[in-house]
């Protein structure tokens, strides 16, 4: 008769834990693939189509660890629009040498300021989608997106603007509309090639509009600063 097998045998092999090191660099590239799916979702399905389970399928992990991580999506989607994935930073528009461009004459610096935006915007198709999407279906997500654009726009309020800014109010409204302005132009260059004569999706046409910022900018901040 042979022996009954021990427990010992019966019991399946523990599994060696995973150093500490191995564990944290396991949840770093879980975040970054997390925070990335949320615009590649965004992108392909809008805001209608963000959900848990879509985000963690794009990702490829387990739903749990967007609660684990994050807390929840509204947290993960925040993640994802502070990354700087979605919006230039500021820092980003100041470009390598920030303090040159915060030394810059207020018209120079406004100028410079723009010119990166446009560049920096055109080059993330993934948000333009984005903020395509966000017109056509506004909600909660979009709203916390909304929010750290807010926050942005303060930002860069305090560092481009200066005492001028702080004498000459309109100038942060003016700053307003010439940014929407170059938003919605991209937006509409994914299917409108001219607007209003200027090619929106040919680099001589984002130049005429860069030259024409650097023309507003000369006149406006010429203007005597007593005035409105």
């Known amino acids: 008769m042979n022996p009954l097998p021990s427990a010992e045998t019966l019991l399946p092999p523990s599994q060696p834990l995973k150093p500490a090191s191995a564990r944290t660099r396991d949840r770093g590239s879980s975040e970054l693939r997390l925070i990335a799916a949320v615009g590649e979702v965004l992108a392909r399905d809008g805001f209608a189509g963000l959900g848990v389970n879509a985000v963690a399928k794009q990702a490829g992990v387990d739903k749990v660890l967007i609660y684990r991580y994050f807390g929840g999506l509204p947290e993960l989607v925040r993640a994802w629009g502070g990354s ?51 017109v056509a279906a506004p909600g909660e997500l979009s709203r916390i997106l909304d929010a750290e654009r807010e926050a942005w726009g303060a930002e860069a309020a305090r560092v481009l603007g200066g005492p001028e800014f702080a ?37 001589a046409g984002w130049a005429q509009i860069k030259t024409a910022v650097a023309a507003t900018a000369r006149d406006l901040f010429a203007a005597d600063p007593a005035q409105p």
């Open 84 to 134: 700087g994935s979605f919006w230039p930073s500021v820092a980003e528009l100041l470009g390598d040498d920030p303090q040159a461009v915060l030394t810059l004459p207020t018209a120079e610096r406004w100028t410079r300021f723009l010119e990166i935006f446009i560049d920096s915007l055109r080059q993330r198709p993934l948000t333009v989608e984005i903020l395509a999407a966000e």
């Open 167 to 203: 004498r000459r109010t309109h100038l942060n409204a003016l700053t307003l509309l010439v940014i929407l302005g170059i938003q919605m132009l991209i937006v509409r260059s994914r299917h409108t090639a001219v607007f209003s004569g200027i090619d929106v999706q040919t680099e």
